[in-house]
Nanobody
Framework: QVQLVESGGGLVQPGGSRRLSCSAS????????MSWYRQAPGKDRELVAR????????EYADSVKGRFTISRDNAKNVVYLQMSDLQPEEPDIYSC????????????WGQGTQVTVYS
């Protein structure tokens, strides 16, 4: 059974930082492109960042470039999202996505974790 479990959400002050983790099980992690998405209530989900399975540069949404960093540890089956300079207007539900780079129909989502920026 495939599971993606996000952790690291919580409260943070404006301008603060937070690191999210997504732990994967039930997949060959090194075969999967890993991504972080986020969503605000009533809005569409948006791509935040993605990282290929083994090589190549990470990709970021323009809104987070220079503030967020995605990384992965294939030995631990974990993908991280280091976030800085968080602002209250940013979407607050962050979800992890795994897509097999060889068979794209094998795609999975985590339940999401909430990051609330408050004053």
């Amino acid at each position: 059974q495939v599971q993606l479990v996000e952790s690291g959400g919580g409260l943070v002050q404006p301008g603060g930082s937070r690191r999210l983790s997504c732990s994967a099980s039930g997949i060959i992690f090194s075969n999967y492109r890993m991504s972080w998405y986020r969503q605000a209530p009533g809005k569409d989900r948006e791509l935040v960042a993605r990282i290929r399975s083994r090589c190549g540069p990470a990709e970021y949404a323009d809104s987070v470039k220079g503030r967020f960093t995605i990384s992965r540890d294939n030995a631990k089956n974990v993908v991280y999202l280091q976030m800085s300079d968080l602002q209250p207007e940013e979407p607050d539900i962050y979800s992890c996505n795994a897509m097999n780079e060889f068979v794209s129909r094998f795609e999975y989502w985590g339940q999401g974790t909430q990051v609330t920026v408050y004053s």
